[in-house]
């Protein structure tokens, strides 16, 4: 990993490695972060996997009973009880945190079961087309909070992932191998004075030796 | 007032039931249309049919859509109930008018949900059976107003604006139009209940037979409906049902409300025979109760196959084809539906109504 370009002197020594220092304590820190994201998303994943599959099937029943609907009271008469008013669903979102990730908590309560319109033109069937269609909205609430939960930990693990990356393989290496670097500057700097200051103490010592003769 | 008509005056009205009976579908017909290939080789079936002047008239308009020949088939049904009226009088014409009024309110209720949504009046427009001139109101007018007080102004000189003015205030605390409409279902039977009971003899008879009928099948289902599906109390369930049909009266209804079985409610209104009950098998209420209805109304068709049986020159004859008629329409509204999801023929005749194939 390549040093960094600076000046092989004692204050960028100092700074050097005070930077090594907080980059191996970022890294501790996002280590653990990621560790518990994988848990947390793997205890959310299995509850995703869950309701996912409820709603897949519970859409198929509910598109099922719309055709069956269909055949018995034929498109027109369902399409024309499809006029009447649609009732408004009523969601609270209100957001938590884990590990620093913002992810919602979906109340989501439905309308109960209204009697919306006469029996006089319609068939058994489409109280079963009601019943089943408010069983898909009765878990969308559930389904968003456990979809957006994931996808925000995913997102957040990438980002911390990305992060660990970073310190391990780029930074950390390279303030190693820049305080290093900077180490064997001062050294060979230290042993050239030393070096000179010898040879200068051997010059004077020399000429003072042939002065007194 | 006379309520009964007459050999002769019967013999008018039965020459142009036999005449309509002749061109509903027969056992050929219907096996091939179950057996067409999709939704576009059972029209060109259709077309060998009385139903070809429907599905041409559509055509020279531009285009058939399912949704279109649906509206045009149940316009066709109405038109025919007229065919029949014009050579009845005095009691039997009223429950005529009273029966065929049921189109009339099919389209009313598409208009008060229209209405209520603020919709384009040319889009609810298109979901209005056909009436022609028959029906009396004035749809055009109808059609522009802009609220439901309006509407329900609009029909003051109609029979319609005593259940509509009683249910209005509802409607404006519940913001639904459940109370609208049935305040207007319970009255349209209670008025069809009421012009059966003004016949007298044979007429009655058959009016309670093939009409009366169909007061006690839709009391049972609803009542059921309203238990199973919505947890109405006792009280509602008895509010909200017709109080005194042919053979259900506030009593079965009550008991229905309170929990009895579909099969209990059928072997003690009709008796053991009349249906075959292992098709209401399991426990499952809500999975029971289309099988239901499917029973009840092929019970139904049954009774008017029968009503046409026999000394022609009665009322059952004109009462028993009109439903067969409606039947019918709904029968190859089914078909054609199924044809165009791509069902089997086999799973199709599990939601007939005609069964005998």
Same mark, same amino acid.
């Given at each position: 990993m390549p040093r960094l370009?600076?000046?092989?002197t004692r204050s960028n020594y100092l700074v050097i490695k005070q930077r090594l220092a907080l980059a191996r304590e970022g890294y501790r820190l996002l280590d653990k972060k990621r560790d518990v994201l994988i848990m947390e998303i793997l205890r959310v994943i299995e509850d995703a996997e869950r309701i996912q599959k409820q709603v897949e099937n519970q859409f198929q029943r509910a598109y099922e009973i719309v055709q069956e609907a269909r055949a018995i009271m034929g498109t027109e008469r369902v399409r024309r009880l499809a006029l009447s008013r649609t009732e408004e669903v009523d969601i609270h979102i209100t957001p938590r945190s884990v590990m620093g990730v913002v992810v919602p908590s979906v109340t989501y309560v439905t309308p109960e079961?209204?009697?919306?319109?006469?029996?006089?033109?319609?068939?058994v069937i489409l109280d079963q087309v009601q019943q089943e269609w408010k069983a898909v909205l009765d878990m969308m609430g559930e389904l968003a909070e456990t979809v957006t939960t994931v996808w925000r930990l995913a997102t957040e693990l990438r980002r911390t992932q990305r992060r660990v990356n970073a310190l391990e393989h780029i930074f950390i290496p390279s303030y190693e191998e820049t305080l290093a670097y900077i180490e064997e500057m001062l050294e060979e700097k230290e042993r050239e004075e030393l070096f000179r200051m010898k040879l200068t103490k051997t010059r004077k010592e020399k000429e003072g030796s042939q002065e007194g003769l | 007032m006379s309520t009964s008509l007459g050999i002769t005056q019967y013999a008018g009205a039965n020459a142009r039931v036999r005449g309509l009976y002749s061109r509903l579908l027969d056992k050929d017909v219907w096996r091939e249309l179950l057996s067409a290939e999709d939704f576009n080789a059972a029209l060109e079936i259709l077309k060998?049919? =009385?139903y070809e002047r429907v599905i041409r008239a559509l055509e020279q308009r531009g285009g058939i859509t399912l949704e279109q020949l649906e509206r045009y088939l149940w316009g066709e049904a109405a038109s025919n109930c007229r065919k029949v009226m014009v050579f009845t009088g005095g009691g039997v014409r009223i429950l005529l008018t009273v029966w065929w009024q049921h189109f009339e309110l099919e389209n009313l209720k598409a208009l008060f949900r229209g209405l209520d949504q603020q919709m384009d009046p040319n889009v609810v427009n298109r979901?209005?059976?056909?009436? %022609?001139?028959?029906?009396?109101?004035?749809w055009e007018a109808l059609l522009h107003e802009r609220t439901v007080s309006g509407l329900i102004d609009r029909l003051r000189?109609? =029979?319609?604006?005593n259940p509509l003015r009683a249910a209005y205030p509802r409607y404006q605390r519940e913001r639904s139009l459940f109370p609208i409409e049935v305040a207007l279902d319970i009255r349209y039977y209670r008025d069809l209940a009421r012009a059966i009971y003004r016949l007298t003899g044979s007429d009655r008879l058959d009016a309670k037979r093939v009409l009366g009928t169909r007061l006690d099948m839709l009391n049972i289902l609803w009542a059921f409906r309203y238990r199973i599906y919505?947890? *109405?109390?006792a009280e509602e369930i008895v509010n909200y049902t017709?109080? =005194?049909?042919v053979r259900t009266d506030t009593q079965i209804i009550q008991e229905i409300a309170l929990g009895a079985d579909p099969r209990d409610i059928l072997v003690r209104i009709? %008796? +053991? +025979?009349?249906?075959?009950?292992?098709?209401?098998? %399991?426990?499952?209420e809500t999975r029971m109760l289309p099988k239901l209805e499917l029973l009840l109304e092929r019970f139904w068709r049954r009774l008017a196959q029968e009503a *046409?049986? %026999?000394?022609?020159?009665?009322l059952g004859s004109l009462l028993g084809y009109l439903v067969l008629n409606e039947l019918e329409v709904q029968d190859i509204v089914t078909l054609l539906e199924a044809k165009g999801m791509g069902w089997e023929p086999e799973r199709i005749k599990e939601h007939l109504i005609r069964s005998e194939e």
């Open positions: 370009k600076v000046s092989p079961k209204k009697l919306r319109y006469g029996f006089g033109d319609t068939s | 060998n049919t =009385h979901f209005l059976i056909p009436l %022609g001139t028959y029906s009396t109101l004035p000189n109609t =029979h319609y604006i919505y947890n *109405l109390s017709i109080w =005194h049909a009709w %008796g +053991e +025979e009349a249906f075959d009950l292992s098709q209401l098998t %399991g426990s499952d *046409l049986s %026999g000394y022609p020159f009665k």
